[in-house]
T-cell receptor, first 113, second 114 residues
């Protein structure tokens, strides 16, 4: 069945360091991979996404890479700041689906000043 | 530009009761999906509505049902509530036809079943 694995479950970094979160998906036909940031008690907010025809995408301090052969994708945050502290979820959209996303289990990122 | 709006924000129900949650999609969007997010977990897809019909369904029992209205707004109904239905219920919207299909989430409705 469709499954997304996410690692690590918790990640603590010093302010200014980089953070990397990795996800693996099972459905090779998945074609869209968004990343969401969720602060305590708030909605998941889209921070970056990548489509299956692209290998890498950057937006300021955030980047996502996709390896379709290995079926994994990663989130990279550089120059981390305390306000980056939140739970981050990766997701994969199965081929043929519009709104169905399969989410990972989340990574709690803590950035210490 | 209004984002995805949901109501109510919080509610408490008793086991066996029924609940209705409401969602208005982001302006210009025509597709609505519902997700259940239990504490400490990622959101789980419940179902998707487009053109007032259920188009896709996740692994949820028939106690979960929905509706989409001509103005694209949607309702999620849960019958015979169980303690395990306590969760954050998220509505998401997108534009089915067009580039991107970026999915936007509402703030959610926190349901507690006691």
């Amino acid at each position: 069945g469709e499954n997304v694995e996410q690692h690590p479950s918790t990640l603590s970094v010093q302010e200014g360091d980089s953070a990397v979160i990795k996800c693996t998906y099972s459905d090779s036909a998945s074609n869209y991979f968004p990343w969401y940031k969720q602060e305590l008690g708030k909605r998941p907010q889209l921070i970056i996404d990548i489509r299956s025809n692209v290998g890498e995408k950057k937006d300021q301090r955030i980047a996502v890479t996709l390896n379709k052969t290995a079926k994994h994708f990663s989130l990279h945050i550089t120059e981390t700041q305390p306000e980056d502290s939140a739970v981050y979820f990766c997701a994969a959209r199965p081929f043929g689906s519009t709104d169905k996303l399969i989410f990972g289990t989340g990574t709690r990122l803590q950035v210490f000043p | 530009d209004a984002g995805v709006t949901q109501s109510p924000t919080h509610l408490i129900k008793t086991r066996g009761q029924q609940v209705t949650l409401r969602c208005s999609p982001k302006s210009g969007h025509d597709t609505v999906s519902w997700y259940q997010q239990a504490l400490g977990q990622g959101p789980q897809f419940i179902f998707q509505y487009y053109e007032e019909e259920e188009r896709q369904r996740g692994n949820f029992p028939d106690r979960f049902s929905g509706h989409q209205f001509p103005n694209y707004s949607s309702e999620l109904n849960v019958n015979a509530l169980l303690l395990g239905d306590s969760a954050l219920y998220l509505c998401a919207s997108s534009l089915k036809v067009g580039p991107g299909n970026t999915i936007y989430f509402g703030e959610g409705s926190w349901l507690t079943v006691v």
